[in-house]
């Protein structure tokens, strides 16, 4: 979700990585929701502290896919480290961070701020539970109101484990197939129909040139010429992209041939279903977005998202409803904190069993 700055075949690193990989642990939906749940004191708070962070908005989103998709929600993405990081000889001692597959990630920062001012107001979170709910509200600013999806908390329980490995493992990349793609999210309990609606995320935000190189070389019948020569003109490795072609200027507009059909040209940095009107004009800079259209029923999907937007919000606000809910059924060690974190990027010394004899 995309989005994105990553490198090679892991995704975001886009979306997963060649083979996909099953941790021994499956999700399953979050427990009940605690304290009166999402309430309206808290979505105002939070709200507030992401409207004033908007240009990070798509950055949060993809935040809250990435750790939602790696060990359930549980704010290991933001670890900086823990007695349980990668053991790979390449990540060794490293945390989710330091995957490639989580290059780019924006927006961490903020986190921090909404737990703080929610604890002014007498409402401690987890740090898991404040990176679903600035999703929550990222995705409400940015489509002006139009997704506000329902959304468990506070409840989410902080891990204590953060490995390097692992996101490459289960994210998806940007250069997956179609069926690597449905593979990915069949493992975390999504449908295809459910792959697509969120795939609509890659609407907004910006990427890094190695996310897309591949583009700039893809048979015709993958990209449009146009666009793809528009790309390649601007391309540099280390570079950073808007995704969207219909935010990219009156120039890019102009030279990619984009016809807008039902667009909103003005919407410029906003969460629509602007995506799929340039995914069906094989303009998009991930080819695993282009894979979409090899699947007919996905190809279909897109083409009514296209012209009814409000059964896409419909459909992407469920499938982020389901994103929010996802726990980890691990059973190896210590798992969750005891309480929350103090700090989301440490875990609490409590945690881990005495080494005292």
């Known amino acids: 979700m995309a989005k994105r700055n990553e490198k090679g075949s892991v995704f975001l690193v886009a979306a997963l990585a060649t083979v996909i990989v099953l941790l021994s642990a499956q999700v399953r939906p979050a427990a009940a929701v605690v304290d009166g749940g ?71 920062e903020v986190i921090e701020i909404i737990r703080t001012k929610l604890k002014e107001n007498n409402i401690i ?23 506000a999806y329902p959304i468990n908390g ?13 996101p ?19 493992n975390k309990g999504f449908s295809e129909p459910e792959l697509v609606a969120l795939s609509g995320a890659h609407c907004i935000g910006v990427t890094n040139g190695m996310s897309f190189a591949d583009r700039r070389t893809a048979p015709l019948n993958e990209i ?16 950073t ?16 041939r984009y016809s807008p059909n039902q667009v909103n040209m003005a919407a410029i940095g906003t969460l629509d279903n602007s995506f ?36 896409w919000e419909a459909d992407f606000s469920a499938a982020m409803t389901k994103l929010s809910s996802l726990v980890i059924a691990d059973t190896e060690g210590p798992i969750w904190e005891d309480g929350i974190r103090e700090k989301c990027t440490a875990t ?4 881990y069993p005495s080494t005292t004899p």
Not at 125 to 147: L, Y
Not at 154 to 166: H, I, L, W
Not at 168 to 186: D, E, K, V, Y
């Open 38 to 108: 999402y309430n309206s004191t808290i979505e105002g708070i939070v709200n507030t502290e992401v409207a004033k962070f908007r240009a990070l908005a798509a950055g949060l989103i993809r935040m809250a896919f990435h750790d939602c998709f790696v060990r359930g929600c549980d704010g290991s993405v933001m670890l900086d480290s823990t007695p349980y990081n990668s053991t790979n000889p390449t990540l060794a001692g490293k945390t989710e961070k330091a995957s490639p597959s989580n290059g780019g990630l924006r927006g961490m």
């Open 125 to 147: 979170v987890s740090c898991a539970d404040a990176i679903q709910f600035a999703a929550r509200e990222a995705a409400k600013v940015v489509s002006n109101g139009k997704i």
């Open 154 to 166: 506070p409840g989410r329980r902080d891990g204590v484990k953060s490995s390097a490995e692992d």
């Open 168 to 186: 490459g493992m289960f994210l998806p990349g940007p250069m997956f197939t179609f069926a690597q793609l449905s593979t990915a999210f069949r």
């Open 224 to 239: 449009d010429s146009a666009y793809q020569r528009l790309i390649t003109s601007e391309w540099t490795p280390t570079g």
């Open 241 to 256: 992209f808007i995704m969207n072609i219909r935010d990219m200027g009156k120039d890019a507009l102009k030279k990619s």
């Open 276 to 311: 799929y009107n340039a995914n069906l004009q094989n303009m998009v800079r991930f080819k695993s977005d282009w894979e979409l259209r090899t699947n007919t029923a996905a190809n279909n999907l897109m083409g009514k998202y296209m012209t009814t937007p409000g059964l």
């Open 348 to 351: 609490n010394l409590m945690s």
